[in-house]
């Protein structure tokens, strides 16, 4: 229940960086929102998940099917809640790509300049490197919606409905689909592959 969130609130982490050093400009939400308020949901979505997983154990202790239904219900609000906020969060990235491009272009073809993120670019090195950082930031992003979507059927259904117990669907779909996101963060760290994120602090 924890480990997505906490991987998904490192993407918005970096998400704000991105924003900032290709053009604050161009987002419709201020880069320092990014994690204040998608961070803010995901821990409202853990907090209902952990309420409704109260409630669930205490019925079963109690063997009482109208607690256990509404635990259940809780737990599937609170992880539709957290897709539904990583599909937000995607539509906001996919707004800003989509503005920062059209602004870019505008701005080359009429002008003749290149704004600074175009400049850096221009080296070659640091084309492929920034743009295999993306890459492995939307594979993580995409990984971990997949799981929490994966999460909801397998919920919805009841405890021990047959979804729930189908080992092989579990592994890929939840544990792996973790796994492969952890793995993609940390190899394409930002650290060596994105160094405005590094040097953000230094430079405040």
């Not at 079963?60 to 256990?68: D, I, K």
């Not at 059209?102 to 080359?108: I, P």
Request: glycine residues 8%; positive net charge.
């Amino acid at each position: 229940m924890l480990s997505p969130s906490f991987v998904a609130a490192a993407i918005y982490l970096t998400l704000k960086h991105v924003v900032i050093y290709c053009g604050p400009e161009h987002s419709r939400l201020k880069p320092r929102l990014y994690p204040w308020l998608f961070v803010g949901c995901d821990f409202g979505s853990i907090v209902l998940q952990a309420i409704g997983g109260g409630v669930a154990a205490s019925a079963s202790g109690n063997e009482s099917p109208v607690l256990l239904h509404a635990g259940d219900a809780l737990i599937v609000a609170g992880i539709a809640f957290q897709v539904a906020t990583m599909v937000v969060c995607g539509l906001v990235v996919l707004d800003f790509y989509i503005r920062f491009q059209r602004a870019k272009t505008n701005k080359v073809e009429n002008t003749g300049e290149k704004p600074q993120y175009q400049a850096d670019l221009d080296d070659r090195k640091k084309h492929t490197t920034f743009k295999v950082f993306c890459i492995s930031v939307g594979f993580a992003y995409l990984t971990v919606l997949i799981r929490c979507i994966y999460r909801i059927p397998e919920m919805a259904g009841g405890w021990g409905n047959p979804l729930m117990r189908k080992e092989h669907e579990f592994l890929l779909l939840d544990g792996m689909m973790i796994a492969l996101a952890v793995l993609a963060l940390n190899v394409i760290h930002p650290g060596i592959f994105f160094p405005p994120m590094r040097f953000a602090a230094k430079q405040r």
